[in-house]
């Protein structure tokens, strides 16, 4: 990634299921994210991995699919079995259900199962989806996993950023594009850490998202306040440095950020505890919460 321009996978499925995968600047439309090439089965459901940044070690595996319509399926019951392709073995290595999070995120929602991968290299999941009153489909995709995650990893230290805070900031719009502001802008992340209190760290740009799960992503987390903001820091973080959209913000860079939107959970030790990309619904999150408060 460029250290002065911004390039992020962003999020959305209709109308994208055979968009070439790349990475495009900020103000290109949103597309797949690169590991993900999606294939039609016979029937025309694609299934797509929303995921950008997986690898060796516990993590939160997304799937979507498509109809023959290239219409997000949200009804569906899934269950995924992964294989290590580079192993020789036919057998699974895991299996894990997905359930459906995406209540109130729309046509945005997610399957999503909580999985770790023991290695990394070329990797496929087989989908069981099975609809109400509809025919159970298998759909199989292939994928990779790297040696190291770009983010920082669940049980890694987390870096001790310190952002930009509201507090005599010369462009408030670059602190936090909510409207109105958010009141998440008070702490740096440095100083949550050196405190020893646990904190949920949203980044997120809730003016600039085109996938529209900005948003939502941050009301989530304010939502929470009121149960947990005694024994939790909430922050929030920008993406763009500028209001033109051409530089990240300096902790995207340092955090290693591929996509938006981002929420990750640091213990009170000063380690990642959990880390969610994408549309997050308030119970996912809530239960994320839980895990540090």
């Not at 997000?72 to 036919?90: M, N």
């Not at 646990?198 to 003016?207: E, K, Q, R």
Request: net charge neutral.
């Amino acid at each position: 990634m460029s250290r002065a321009t911004l390039r992020l996978k962003r999020r959305g499925f209709v109308g994208l299921a055979l968009a070439a995968p790349v990475v495009l600047a900020a103000c290109s439309p949103p597309v797949l994210p690169t590991q993900t090439i999606p294939i039609r089965d016979p029937a025309g459901w694609t299934p797509i991995l929303p995921s950008s940044d997986l690898a060796i070690g516990p993590g939160r595996f997304t799937y979507a699919v498509l109809d023959e319509r290239n219409r997000p399926i949200l009804d569906a019951a899934v269950h995924l079995r992964f294989f290590d392709l580079t192993s020789g073995e036919d057998a699974p290595t895991f299996a894990a259900d997905a359930p459906f999070r995406g209540y109130g995120l729309g046509e945005r929602g997610v399957y999503v199962a909580r999985v770790t991968f023991p290695r990394a290299g070329a990797w496929g999941v087989e989908a069981r989806i099975h609809r109400p009153a509809a025919v159970e489909r298998v759909l199989r995709t292939r994928f990779d996993v790297r040696e190291t995650a770009r983010t920082p990893a669940i049980g890694a230290a987390a870096p001790s950023s310190r952002q930009h805070l509201m507090a005599g900031a010369p462009e408030p719009r670059l602190i936090c594009t909510r409207q109105p502001a958010c009141p998440l802008h008070d702490v740096t992340i440095a100083d949550a850490i050196a405190r020893g209190r646990p904190s949920l760290v949203i980044f997120a740009t809730p003016a600039f998202c085109t996938s529209a799960v900005c948003g939502p992503d941050l009301e989530a987390g304010l939502g929470l306040m009121p149960r947990y903001g005694d024994r939790v820091q909430f922050i929030h973080v920008e993406i763009y440095a500028n209001l033109e959209l051409t530089a990240a913000h300096p902790t995207v860079l340092e955090w290693g950020l591929p996509s938006e939107p981002w929420a990750f959970l640091i213990d009170g030790q000063g380690r990642i505890a959990d880390k969610l990309e994408g549309g997050i619904t308030p119970e996912e999150l809530a239960e994320a919460v839980e895990r540090v408060a």
